[in-house]
């Protein structure tokens, strides 16, 4: 049985969360955005009401030694909002060491312009989508 419902991402930051989300076969991870927490939850919520949610993905924040990064508390707090605010979806955590520089890269590689390459919440955006489709690339294919 196929399994249509989303799966969101979230790159956790101070200011603003980047937000991304599966396509109905959790194959492909797509940019939505980046928000405020207030504007994140309402995003949710919207994304909630046109189709089911099946799972999160978070953001963990580890060094490039693997120790746990600065934000790690941060990012525990959110994971209990979300799961408060949302209970019943699980929450998966997953390692975004390099997801900046590597949304940075893929926006240059895309050909993006350096003006729009420096607004934060594309990267953030980008940032959630590379976590995410890391998650669904060690999926199993049940399709």
Not at 10 to 37: C, N, W, Y
Not at 78 to 106: N, Y
Request: net charge positive.
């Amino acid at each position: 049985m196929v399994n249509y419902s989303r799966i969101l991402a979230f790159d956790v930051g101070q200011k603003r969360t980047g937000l991304a989300q599966s396509d109905p076969m959790h194959i492909i991870a797509s940019p939505i955005g980046a928000f405020g927490e207030r504007d994140l939850f309402e995003k949710v919520n919207e994304i909630a009401a046109r189709n089911p949610l099946g799972h999160f993905v978070v953001g963990w924040p580890v060094g490039q030694n693997g120790q746990l990064g600065s934000s790690t508390q941060m990012v525990e707090q959110f994971v209990k909002r979300l799961k408060s605010r949302f209970p019943g979806i699980p929450v998966t955590l997953v390692d975004e060491r390099f997801t900046s520089v590597m949304a940075k890269q893929q926006m240059i590689d895309s050909g993006m312009k350096k003006k729009k390459r420096q607004q934060k919440g594309i990267v953030d955006a980008t940032a959630a989508c590379i976590i995410l489709q890391e998650f669904l690339d060690q999926q199993p294919n049940t399709r």
